[in-house]
């Protein structure tokens, strides 16, 4: 079965830094990956997806993902954080064959301080 | 309906009490999740629908918890002899389920206060 580590619990970068997020999967094949983002107050929405091709895949607000199969790691970056980023990420993985339930990791918090 | 649906969005019960927290997925997702999110924590997967499939009900917690799905509609889950520890935002998501459709879609959770 998969698994989704996210290594930091909270992190916390200044407006206009650059911010990476890490997220390892385990996984026997290629997975589908996932990075979700959890405003304060809101639900969770999908920043972006991995099923496939190019490995840079890019997100809404910004955000980009790199998979690097060598590594098992799909970890979100964005170049300037603004205070608006601030919120819960989670990564997530799914299998591409068959009824498979999509696994998230539990999460990483950003603080955005000025 | 456009989304998934979530309901009541808040609840407040007292400690003893059962609570029965209903998920009306996206029209035609045959797969369906819950998970709870106790404050300040991440996701805690709770158990996961697929079809007709046997429920994958791992990650509930305790027996005091269950989930129910008729077919690939509404689900319910069930707290019984509610404690102050099940106080949480209770999260449910549906996907298309396999493949390129696993990408999840979630409501906008229920959060439980047990006083």
């Known amino acids: 079965a998969q698994s989704v580590t996210q290594p930091d619990i909270h992190i916390t970068v200044s407006e206009g830094a650059s911010l990476e997020l890490r997220c390892n999967y385990s996984y026997g094949a290629t997975p589908y990956l996932f990075w979700y983002v959890q405003s304060p107050g809101q639900g969770l929405q999908l920043l972006l997806k991995?099923?496939?091709?190019?490995?840079l895949v890019q997100g809404i607000k910004g955000f980009e993902a790199e998979f690097k199969r060598s590594q098992s790691s799909f970890n979100l970056r964005k170049p300037s954080v603004h205070w608006s980023d601030a919120a819960e990420y989670f990564c997530a993985v799914g299998a591409p064959h068959g009824y498979q339930k999509v696994t998230f990791g539990t999460g990483t918090k950003l603080q955005v301080i000025p | 309906g456009a989304g998934v649906s979530q309901s009541p969005s808040n609840k407040v019960t007292e400690k003893g009490k059962d609570v029965e927290l209903r998920c009306d997925p996206i029209?035609?997702?045959?797969?369906l999740y819950w998970y709870r999110q106790r404050l300040g924590q991440g996701l805690e997967f709770l158990i996961y629908f697929q079809g007709n499939s046997a429920p994958d009900k791992s990650g509930l917690p305790s027996d005091r918890f269950s989930a129910e799905r008729t077919g690939e509609s509404v689900s319910t889950l069930t707290i019984q002899r509610t404690q102050q520890e099940d106080s949480a935002v209770y999260l449910c998501?549906?996907?298309?389920?396999?493949?390129?459709?696993?990408?999840?879609?979630f409501g906008q959770g229920t959060r439980l206060t047990v006083v």
């Open positions: 998501a549906s996907s298309l389920g396999q493949g390129l459709n696993t990408e999840a879609f």
């Open positions: 029209s035609g997702h045959t797969a």
């Open positions: 991995y099923f496939s091709g190019d490995t």
